[in-house]
Structure formats: C-alpha cells, structure tokens
C-alpha cells in the first residue's frame, strides 16, 4: 500500500487502525474501529484509538463522515463519493450518484464562486429495515 508516501509517522498501532478502516466496508464507528483494533492489539486503549483517528483523519489518510445521528463514522475511501443513511437503524452505505461528480466544475463555472467543496447526503430505509416495516404493516393489516 502507498499510504506511507506522507511524512507522518506510522506507528504499528496507527498501521493497524488504517488498515481496519480500509478493510470495512461499513463506515465504522469510533467504537467499532476500537474493538477490531482490540483483537490485533489487546493492549491498546480507547484514548490512543481515538487520538489516530483524529491524527489519520487530519492527513486525510480517512474520511470522516459527519451524518448527523449516530456517533462520528470513518471511512476508508477517501475519493469522493456520497452515503445513504438508515433513519432506523443508521446503517451507512455508498451511494451510487451519476452525473454529479464534475458538479463543483459545473456549478462554479455557473456561479462564478470558487468552490471548495459540497455535501451531498442522502437518507432513507436500509433494506433490512424496509423488509422489516414492510412486515410489520402485513401484520397489522391481519
Ligand atoms: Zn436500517
Ligand atoms: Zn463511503
């Protein structure tokens, strides 16, 4: 991996809570990212987890992802693309966009703002919860 190219210091433990962000796919919490870096190092506390994250996310090594709800989450991709929500159970997933990726070009062009940058959010029902709601209207409805 090329993620040592910047001057920061990768310390074993900060190695290790990239690579579990990078691993998962499902925008970890901060607590999250502290218990699967617990079961690589047992000794590590919550303080020094959350110190990385905030060293990492600074170097723009991950994403932070304010979404309001729900705990602070990270990701691993830090190439720009949008997150659904779930309002129930605050899964966060990728969000498939098309056509948008070149709307700060557009807009600023439009606007004659320089522009340095944009939130996109997205909210809904996972499928899960949808299935579940869904199930829950049908009994209702016996
Ligand atoms: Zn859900
Ligand atoms: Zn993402």
Known sequence: MAIVDKKLRMTKQRRTILEEIKKSKSH???????????????????????RNLDILSGEGLVRKL?????????????????????????RVDDMITMGVDDIEELLGARSHYQITGHRLKFFGL???????VKQAASVYRK
């Open 126 to 132: 996972c499928p899960d919860c949808k299935n579940r």
């Open 66 to 90: 304010e979404l309001a709800h729900t705990q602070r989450r990270y990701d691993g991709n830090i190439k720009n693309h949008y997150h659904i929500l779930c309002t129930e159970c605050g």
């Open 28 to 50: 970890p919490t901060a607590d999250k990212i502290y218990d699967l870096v617990k079961k690589k190092i047992p000794g590590i506390s919550m303080g020094t987890v959350y």
